[in-house]
């Protein structure tokens, strides 16, 4: 039995933020997201199937990078205020 509890350390503490998503706001307590973590807050029952993709664009991002596009297995740090948007296209 480990004797590490969640949240007993200071940098265990990640504040809230309002990130944008497709133009909903929604507020998160993680100060990095996944591409398949902003696929799921963009949209409630994410499109699926043969040849279903994503593309992600971000703005208002932490300065060293404010704008971008987020692909997947990647991760890119939040903020409050970012947004972004995700649109699923079909490879025919």
């Known amino acids: 039995m480990s ?3 969640a949240g007993n350390k200071p940098h265990d503490h990640v ?3 309002t990130v944008v998503f ?3 706001p929604k507020t998160i307590a993680k100060e990095r997201l996944s591409f398949e ?5 963009a949209f409630d029952t ?3 199937g043969d040849g279903v993709q994503f593309t992600i664009q971000y703005t208002r991002g932490h300065s060293g990078k404010p704008n971008g ?3 997947e297995g ?3 740090m939040v903020q409050d205020g970012m947004e972004f948007d995700v649109t699923a296209t079909n490879r025919s």
């Open 3 to 5: 004797n590490e509890h």
């Open 46 to 48: 994410p499109p699926s």
């Open 37 to 41: 973590e902003v696929v799921a807050l």
């Open 74 to 76: 990647d991760s890119v």
């Open 15 to 17: 504040k809230e933020v």
């Open 22 to 24: 497709n133009g909903r």
């Open 69 to 71: 596009t987020l692909l």
